[in-house]
């Protein structure tokens, strides 16, 4: 699903609609990030508060809140590209992939990882799932680290941790958008 949402095959704007409340966020929020997406293109990718309001009923102050309440849920990130500050939102749409992958396989329900320690034979400790979590927050699904053991005839935790980091090297993090919020 990954690789279709990152050819664009699938809607972006309609997956977040459909979406949204899966993930506590609130229509002010969603507003908030079908705007960002609407106005974005190769040459502007970076909007403020008041650019936004703009379009909006709420106010600038508001919507600073709003998109405060989405970083600090980590559903977006800022980052510094030079001077300014932009707004991520590939890890909004990297839990919302995962989670329709992991729904759709009934993995879901497995949040020991017990499907990995059945097909490397061993037992994973805190710390080797807390790392599985972490490639998880960067766009792979339980599904998709399955497809990864299996396809690769993968025996060794380290060696699933080598294809994983090539993985995500190789699908590269997804920019849906970039948005100046800081520089307002």
Do not use: C, H
């Not at 609130?26 to 990718?45: H, P, R, T, V, Y």
């Not at 329709?100 to 017990?114: P, R, T, V």
């Amino acid at each position: 699903m990954f690789d279709l949402f990152k050819r664009g095959i699938i809607n972006k704007k309609s997956l977040l609609i459909l979406n949204y409340s899966k993930f506590s966020i609130n229509e002010n929020q969603l507003a908030i990030l079908l705007i960002i997406m609407e106005l974005s293109n190769e040459e502007q990718k970076n909007f403020t508060p008041s650019q936004i309001a703009k379009y909006m009923n709420l106010e600038k102050d508001v919507i600073e809140q709003e998109i405060s309440k989405l970083l600090v849920d980590g559903l977006i990130t800022i980052e510094q590209n030079g001077k300014k500050s932009i707004l991520d939102l590939s890890p909004l749409f990297n839990k919302i992939i995962v989670s329709l992958e992991e729904q759709n396989s009934g993995l879901a329900k497995d949040m020991k990882y017990s499907f990995i320690e059945q097909m490397l034979r061993i037992n994973l400790t805190q710390e080797n799932i807390d790392l599985i979590i972490e490639y998880m927050n960067k766009g792979l699904s339980k599904p998709k680290i399955l497809s990864i053991i299996t396809e690769n005839n993968i025996k060794t935790f380290d060696e699933l941790i080598n294809y994983l980091n090539e993985y995500v090297k190789k699908t590269n993090k997804l920019k849906i958008t970039r948005y100046n919020w800081l520089n307002d």
